[in-house]
């Protein structure tokens, strides 16, 4: 099961880019086990955990992780694989579906309560407390996805993947940054071939932390903690960009109405960031962004059930 993991589709919109943009394509990540990219660095950071001696079959401890529901499905899918225990602390204001998917694959799961079902600036510091305290009992290992310097190889694997599919130009690629593993794993591949491309960051507007804004709610799981995450790299990154969350759930829609992507809003954000690049690039350029995840992990909330 966990060689099924990696080797998505890149795929080239067709219908919602206007005439006189660059190309847009898009790697499908919800075709990953669990649906999401995170698979990918769930299993890097599983087994950095066993390169290091920490974790093993012989060895009772019980893994942890603080997360906004991807991750800690892929963890849970992985340590299932694998058969290690599992505990995730995450919260009521991520989607419930993520939530039993985790229980589905054995994860205890404990969650933090939420603000109002949104992702306020103080969830993530309780959920770092509460992890910590845990920690403090002995008989677990936290993985903690925002220092974990396993965390990046799984995406850097997605950006070797992503540089055999693509032409030979690449002027742009973006994402929404969570623990920023994503930009700047794929970013610094991407750089390597492609010195000039613009590795450009997104995040919803009302937590416009990477642009210089304070912190604040919102509710696009996986995006914007409420703090510049400490694996993000300006050396990889070239811009930040701050979008309306309102416009990334209508294109999330849009995206499965007129393109057959069927997504999340946090891929909502990365194509309508996407699409503005590439009017500004214009004819003859390339942008590349990702499908973060699979829309069936948000039929139950507001996204495909809009008032």
Not at 216 to 235: L, M, R, S
Request: net charge neutral; glycine share 12%.
């Amino acid at each position: 099961m966990l060689e099924t993991i990696g080797k998505t589709p890149l795929v080239r919109l067709k219908r919602l880019v206007p005439s006189g943009s660059a190309q847009v394509w898009v790697k499908l990540e919800g075709q990953n086990p669990t649906g999401s990219y995170k698979d990918r660095t769930a299993l890097t950071m599983v087994e950095g955990a066993e390169a290091e001696g920490v974790l093993s079959r012989e060895r009772p401890v019980r893994l942890l992780e603080c997360t906004g529901g991807s991750t800690g499905t892929a963890l849970a899918f992985v340590c299932a694989v694998k058969g290690y225990a599992f505990t995730v602390i995450t919260s009521d204001a991520y989607a419930q579906e993520k939530l039993d998917s985790m229980r589905a694959f054995g994860a205890e799961v404990l969650i933090e309560p939420s603000l109002g079902g949104q992702v306020t600036p103080d969830l993530w510091p309780r959920m770092r407390a509460r992890a910590q305290r845990l920690l403090e009992t002995g008989g677990y290992h936290w993985l903690d996805q925002f220092n974990n310097p396993h965390a990046l190889a799984g995406y850097q694997q997605m950006g070797h993947e992503l540089l055999k599919q693509m032409p030979d130009k690449l002027d742009a690629f973006c994402g929404a940054v969570g623990t920023a593993g994503m930009i700047v794993g794929v970013g610094s591949v991407i750089k390597t071939r492609f010195p000039a491309a613009r590795i450009v960051a997104l995040e919803p507007n009302s937590s416009a932390v990477l642009s210089g804004g304070p912190p604040g709610n919102h509710g696009i799981d996986g995006t914007a903690a409420g703090y510049v995450p400490p694996q993000f790299d300006w050396k990889v990154v070239d811009q930040a960009m701050a979008l309306p969350e309102p416009e990334a759930r209508n294109m999330a829609r849009l995206l499965a109405q007129t393109e057959g992507i069927f997504a999340g809003t946090s891929t909502g954000l990365n194509v309508l960031a996407a699409l503005q690049l590439a009017r500004e690039i214009g004819p003859g350029g390339v942008v590349v962004t990702v499908a973060c995840d699979t829309g069936f992990k948000y039929l139950n909330g507001p996204l495909y059930r809009p008032e």
